[in-house]
């Protein structure tokens, strides 16, 4: 019996690493999935933003797609600012 708690106890921490490794290289390095971690589990569930509301904070790559940004810099400039969250593949 203790052979298989540890078993299922290594096999569960070697997906965990593997994860947050797979997670570390789609977000571009482990501190930006720790960021994308600690941002996104307490908001997992529907939101109540409105039409008109502040945006949440979010760092953003910008066009360029080697400087990032904080959308909280953008907006209330006077200028509109869209996002757009979707493929186009």
Do not use: C, Q
Request: hydrophobic share 45%; glycine share 14%; proline share 7%.
């Amino acid at each position: 019996m203790k052979t298989i708690g540890l078993w299922l106890g290594g096999t569960l921490t070697v997906l965990l690493i593997a994860g947050f490794v797979m997670l570390s290289l789609m977000a571009g390095g482990p501190k930006d999935a720790l960021y994308m971690l600690r941002y996104a589990l307490p908001h997992m569930h529907r939101g109540k933003l409105r039409p008109g509301d502040s945006p949440p904070d979010a760092r953003l790559l910008a066009l360029n797609g080697k400087e990032y940004f904080h959308l909280r810099e953008r907006t209330g400039s006077g200028r509109p600012l869209m996002v757009v969250f979707g493929s186009y593949t």
